[in-house]
């Protein structure tokens, strides 16, 4: 699937990243984060939330909203470097179009078909979340509610599923399901070791899992991988029990690299 000029994700492409951080968190750390990754040696779209609208506390940091966010979304995305950015409503597709290439379908809204509908009608890529609760089996119908659209420029993500409480599994035969279906297939490798709400008013994590879970979808054939990044994950405003440091970003893709190759 093509993204932009430089992009493409499935079909055969080699093997793609999609990252960023978690929620913007100002402008100069979308371009400084957005800077570090595109001198990596590989497909990349950027990766950025205007707005968490899921998170567990009302207190918790959401993010500058759709207007300020999408303006600078749109910076990076005038740099040459592709975008994906989540909406929560069927009004925000539009909108987000205007700065994103990809439009992302949180996994708490996999299955809200006005949703699905009009990030599909925008012609954009739309990538949907299979949701925590969602089977491989079932999210395809939450991408023909996309192709119904007559967009047929979808992916696919596994990002784990409920296990208990507080806990998250990743089912590597999903991976393998969700691909017969003929839309690429993409692993959050930070979302899935995520702990839900297992600090209280916010979400723990398990970051030294990333590497072996990435290590093990990539070797299945995923086409691409998502990874949320931070330079100091301790200090990020949301996410960051469950983001890579940024400094171990390139090493991990190295190794990701050379399992693809072998692979395929």
Known sequence: MRITSTVEIGGGAPLAL?????????????????????????PFVFKASFDKANRSSVSSYRGPGIKEGLRIL?????????????????????LAAESADILQIPAFLCRQTDLLVEAGKTGRAVNIKKGQFVSPADIRLAAE?????????????????????????????GLTMMRAYGWPVVFDATHSVQLPGSNGSVSGGQPEFIEPLASAAVAVGVDAVFIE????????????????????????????????????
């Open 18 to 42: 999609i990252a960023g951080p978690c929620v913007i968190e100002s402008e100069e750390h979308v371009h400084m984060l957005a800077t570090a990754l595109s001198k990596l040696n590989l």
């Open 74 to 94: 749109k910076g990076v995305r005038d740099r040459g470097i592709a975008v994906l950015t989540d909406i929560h409503e069927p009004a925000q597709a539009a």
């Open 145 to 173: 509610k996309v192709a119904s659209t007559g967009n047929d420029r979808i992916l696919l993500t596994e990002r784990g599923s409920s296990f208990g409480y507080n806990n998250l599994v990743v089912d590597m035969r």
């Open 229 to 264: 990044v931070h330079e100091a994950p301790e200090r990020a405003l949301s996410d960051g029990p469950n983001a890579l440091r940024l400094d171990k970003l390139e090493g991990l893709m190295q190794k990701l690299q050379r399992i693809s190759l072998a692979a395929r």
